[in-house]
């Protein structure tokens, strides 16, 4: 059976939840995508900012590459490869926008509070990207089909989102399977395929978070899964 998992511009709600503390949710509803459907940061501005956080991201104008975090609102769940992207893997996801993050090659990025403050978080959403899972559902030239020929391969792919304060300590982390093939049961293999939220309480007070991958899928240059992660409806609490 399949599972899934699964951070917003000036479009933000309040609600209560089990403490006192007013929540914000970041929804990237008001994230101004280009005509196809995305933002991958070819406009040189190297960020963009949701609500009271910014999202930092790399391009290169040479390869039209990017790194760090973009925002689409694409969900193409049947066009395997790179050139779909910016497509989360869930069918339902309509024209719902959303977050992306691929790690750059040697820095670590991190999504961070405007200002010099820290919040308790509650929740993100999280999906896999439809170029990670297909990947992994069928195998490509790269990366090898989850399971093996005999479906019995423990495969897996994660992604471990860890929280920052201001004096860039870690404050937790909370790892997320993306994809886990490791039960002997057969039927308990999964792709996320659909926006689930997960509980980020245990990271506590912080500045920032970054996102990390791994794999058992590796390779002579690291891990061969491609390594994107969709987030969308990430909430944190307002001090009261």
Known sequence: ?????????????CSKEDSTAPVVTIDFESVNLTGKG???GSD?????????????????PSWLTWSGFSCSQKSDVTTAGYTNEFSVYDANNKQNK?????PPYDQMIEASFKDNQVYQLRSVEICNATYSALSMKNGDAFCK???GSSGTDADWFKVTITGYD??????GSKEIYLADFRSAN?????ILSKWTETDL????KVHSISFTFDSSDKGTYGINTPCYVCIDNFKYELPN
């Open 98 to 102: 959303f977050a992306l993050f691929y």
């Open 44 to 60: 040189g501005t190297g960020a963009f900012v949701s609500g009271n956080m910014e999202f930092p991201n790399t391009f290169n």
């Open 166 to 171: 201001l004096n860039g300590l870690i404050t």
């Open 186 to 190: 057969a039927s308990a293999d999964y």
């Open 1 to 13: 059976m399949l599972f899934a998992l699964c951070l917003a511009l000036l479009n933000t709600s």
């Open 201 to 204: 309480s245990n990271l506590g």
């Open 38 to 40: 995305y933002w991958n």
């Open 145 to 147: 089909k989850f399971g």
